[in-house]
């Protein structure tokens, strides 16, 4: 598969089957991460990899109620109401692993590195057969405190991308975008 078809066949992926991704292919997405383009060659990247469906059944559920509880706040978010108030939702979707990339805050583009790190991890994934999802509403668990101590993450780490990778339970259709917007053609 080359970068073409990788990009063609990506999508959002939010159903998983129950196999575990071996570590070794885990280890080599994190690499593939760290191969991306980082502003002043800083690397401004660190890793968590969650893969205890246990714990991730848990965040799940602790956001959910953070969330319940707090969604004045969040008016960006209120067409997800209904999602994250049925009980069967997991934020997660019962994914394998959960890879999270916090981005340090030492560096001013620590938020490019970690991003461009999560879209080669998202290609690479495609090739090794694996389906990945962005899961914003992890940050309002995976940034405190409490978590980041849990988790040995330097408090000057700042979270980027917090991402579920697993093998689809089912192929999804490619995806389809609206007409770029091009603001100059010269
Ligand atoms: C910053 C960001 C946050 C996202 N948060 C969530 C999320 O919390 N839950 C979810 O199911 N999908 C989430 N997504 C996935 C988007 O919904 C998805 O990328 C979009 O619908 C386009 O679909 P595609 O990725 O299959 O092309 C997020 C994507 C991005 C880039």
Redesign the pocket.
Not at 133 to 138: K, L, N, P, T
């Given at each position: 598969m080359n970068v073409t078809e990788s990009i063609n066949a990506?999508?959002?992926v939010?159903s998983f089957d129950d196999q575990a991704i071996p570590a070794d292919i885990i280890d080599q997405l994190v690499t593939l991460g760290t191969k991306a383009a980082t502003g002043s060659g800083q690397q401004a990247w660190g890793f968590v990899i969650i893969t205890d469906k246990n714990d991730m059944k848990r965040l799940s559920d602790e956001i959910k109620k953070y969330l319940g509880e707090n969604f004045e706040k969040y008016p960006y978010l209120q067409q997800y109401k209904n999602w994250i108030k049925d009980e069967n939702y997991n934020?997660f979707?019962d994914a394998p692993c959960l890879l999270i990339i916090y981005g340090n805050t030492n560096s001013h583009w620590h938020v490019y590195d970690c991003t461009l790190a999560a879209g080669n991890i998202m290609l690479a994934s495609v090739e090794y057969g694996l389906g990945t999802?962005?899961?914003?509403?992890?940050e309002y668990i995976c940034d405190t405190a409490a978590f980041k101590s849990k988790y040995n993450i330097p408090e000057f780490y700042k979270l980027i991308?917090p991402m579920v990778v697993g093998y689809p339970a089912a192929p999804?259709a490619p995806?389809s975008r609206k007409p770029a917007p091009i603001f100059y053609r010269g």
């Open positions: 990506r999508r959002s939010r934020v979707y999802c962005w899961i914003g509403f992890a991308c999804l995806l």
